[in-house]
């Protein structure tokens, strides 16, 4: 064996074990967090960055929003914190829209990796808040400065000493105080976790710098994906479709191109940004369109810097996915996650045994708020809790769609137990919405139905951010479509799919999420 592949063999296994550390940097963050939305759904990211602000690894656990969105945000920390200035035990902080994931409810830190008193790498992490103030997890607001405290690049911890007047800042700041308190040490530790493992591999493996195994993980990654690029038909195709929105529908439009070297998407043509939260931040654009990409092009690519490079994402500035400061953002999930079924619909020409028909796609999150006592309280107290729900998946080529399955984000739902603890909410029923995904060839995923109440005697807020209510999840190549969702009360009063709603003590809400679209005529 050559001296040269007995050396990528070495970069192999020390590839893996990144994977590793950062596979425990993000079960640190999952078990310390105080948002049930974290440890039981994982709405997270985790991964290390070399001193470039490159992304070597992330955690296999995370949703794409935050993974790809986190992968440029630690370059926005490089400009605010030059590695000159970094010391050993510092840490920083934002929830910057676009500088970090998209929306305030996402707390972003960043930890300079030092080993024997060296600076070799970055870790960074994301989780979401529960509560972080203003008018809540919702669309309501009518401009970012609505939507809850914002955090600029800050330093959190200097040299070990945390920074106590931003902590009584964000406490003061939200309408729970020791949940949001605890969520933003839990980031930090995770990120101290990573920095001792990535440690210990270094002691194991005699290395002083990781740019080199940086290189080789950035290098081979970016050549398996251009190679996969170049296997591709070269052309252009584009794809059109017609969501919610906000009080009107909103029609996306997307151009894809595959040509040497490259694959490019355009969102020219979509429509400008709307005056209520629901418009996305370029970050979380590019983060699910890559996703959609490397979904149907290079699905056993890991993903990291390399592997992202070679997908390029455009889209109008001041359009409802490039919105503009101050434009509010609060649910960008639900327009973010529609993208990577823009980009089927373009690929389904030249892949079409790879891609899958319309899905639900945007989570179905359950956001409530109100006043209750909890058991042995003798005054009342604020909840607020984002139960995290979803419909079907779009048929696939020979399967059929998974049934309340969260695709693209891949968060697990909330489990009904931990959020009648949590909050005074009592689910009446919970089960699959039978035959609700489109007939095909292959069938659509189904939605499911809820049906949920209060213990209390007070009313709860529900903070709806829906979509594929008005216009749901089409059918691909002859496939029917999916069936809409629909948002009401047991006694047949019809909700909005969007915006803040108040259910009385005795009102129960009943949910039915959407089914994905099927695939094939039958």
Not at 230 to 242: I, K, P, R, V, Y
Request: with cysteine; proline share 6%.
């Amino acid at each position: 064996m050559s001296a040269h592949s007995h050396k990528e063999i070495d970069f192999q296994i020390m590839w893996n074990r990144l994977i590793a550390v950062v596979g425990e940097q993000a079960q640190v963050l999952i078990r310390t967090a105080f948002s049930p939305i974290v440890r039981e759904c994982e709405d997270i990211s985790a991964g290390i960055f070399d001193l470039q602000g490159r992304m070597i690894a992330q955690a296999v656990t995370g949703t794409p929003g935050h993974v790809n969105s986190m992968a440029e945000s630690v370059g926005h920390f490089l400009r605010h914190f030059p590695v000159s200035t970094m010391k050993e035990g510092d840490a920083y902080i934002t929830n910057d829209p676009w500088m970090g994931t998209g929306h305030l409810n996402d707390f972003v830190i960043t930890t300079p990796a030092f080993h024997k008193g060296r600076l070799i790498g970055l870790f960074s992490c994301t989780s979401h808040l529960m509560d972080i103030g203003g008018l809540g997890n919702g669309p309501e607001a009518t401009d970012v400065f609505m939507e809850g405290l914002s955090i600029p690049m800050l330093k959190l911890i200097d040299q070990g000493q945390v920074n106590e007047t931003l902590m009584a800042m964000i406490r003061a700041n939200t309408r729970l105080p020791v949940d949001t308190e605890g969520d933003t040490y839990s980031l930090a530790a995770c990120n101290d976790v990573g920095v001792r493992a990535l440690c210990d591999m270094m002691d194991e493996f005699h290395l002083d710098s990781l740019e080199p195994l940086a290189d080789f993980i950035i290098e081979r990654s970016r050549q398996a994906v251009l190679d996969k690029i170049a296997g591709l038909q070269q052309g252009t195709w584009s794809h059109e479709m017609t969501i919610d929105g906000y009080n009107a529908p909103l029609t996306l439009k997307a151009k894809l191109t595959v040509e040497e070297g490259r694959v490019s998407v355009s969102y020219d043509g979509s429509p400008p940004a709307v005056g209520r939260g629901i418009n996305v931040p370029m970050a979380y654009t590019r983060a699910y369109t890559v996703f959609g990409l490397a979904c149907a092009i290079s699905p056993d690519v890991p993903n990291n810097a390399g592997s992202l490079a070679p997908y390029h994402v455009e889209a109008p500035e001041g359009s409802v996915l490039n919105a503009q400061r101050p434009a509010p953002v609060s649910s960008r999930h639900v327009i973010g996650q529609m993208l990577p079924d823009m980009v089927f619909g373009c690929l389904r020409t030249p892949l079409p045994e790879r891609v899958p028909a319309e899905g639900t796609s945007c989570l179905w999150n359950i956001a409530v708020r109100g006043q209750w006592f909890p058991k042995g309280a003798t005054t009342s107290q604020t909840y607020a809790l984002a139960i995290t729900t979803n419909g079907g998946t779009g048929a696939r080529p020979g399967l059929n769609g998974l049934s309340a399955t969260a695709f693209p984000s891949g968060v697990h739902g909330t489990p009904i137990e931990i959020a009648e603890i949590q909050c005074p909410l009592i689910f009446w029923g919970k089960e699959l919405r039978e035959n609700s995904g489109g007939l095909g060839q292959t069938k659509g995923g189904d939605g499911q139905i809820m049906k949920i109440g209060t213990t209390q005697k007070q009313p709860f807020e529900l903070l709806a951010a829906f979509d594929r209510v008005d216009h749901p999840a089409r059918g691909a190549l002859g496939g029917q479509d999916g069936a809409a969702g629909r948002v009401e009360t047991a006694s047949g009063r019809k909700l909005a799919g969007k915006g803040l709603q108040v259910l009385e003590a005795n009102d129960v809400l009943v949910l039915m999420t959407p089914g994905g679209g099927g695939l094939g005529a039958l």
